[in-house]
Nanobody, 124 residues
Framework: QVQLVESGGGLVQRGGSLRLSCVASGRTIFSYAMGWFRQAPGKEREFVAAISWNGESTDYADSVKGRFAISGDNAKNTVYLQMNSLKPDDTAVYYC?????????????????WGQGTQVTVSS
């Protein structure tokens, strides 16, 4: 069994930055792809970013390209999401997910384990 715990969320002003962390326990993240998704109030959960098992491949939603960066630290069993130039539209609960496969994917159904989420609120 895998447990994923997100942290780093909070309240930030427009244009500010946050770094989310996701620590995995129960299984090393080495060899597995990881992703970040988000869900805003009244909306469906959507893909944000993903990284392949070796970090060589990353994917981003168009809405965050150039502003967000996903990275991983296998030694710490942790995945990060650096979020810059934040906008009010980025307000959501952010979820970390692990996929029992090597390559990154953007579809929710491709992921096997999920964290509980961390709230990000961007004020205008």
């Amino acid at each position: 069994q895998v447990q994923l715990v997100e942290s780093g969320g909070g309240l930030v002003q427009r244009g500010g930055s946050l770094r989310l962390s996701c620590v995995a326990s129960g299984r090393t993240i080495f060899s597995y792809a990881m992703g970040w998704f988000r869900q805003a109030p009244g909306k469906e959960r959507e893909f944000v970013a993903a990284i392949s098992w070796n970090g060589e491949s990353t994917d981003y939603a168009d809405s965050v390209k150039g502003r967000f960066a996903i990275s991983g630290d296998n030694a710490k069993n942790t995945v990060y999401l650096q979020m810059n130039s934040l906008k009010p539209d980025d307000t959501a609960v952010y979820y970390c997910a692990l996929r029992l496969g090597a390559q990154s994917r953007w579809r929710e159904i491709e992921y096997d384990y999920w964290g509980q989420g961390t709230q990000v609120t961007v004020s205008s």
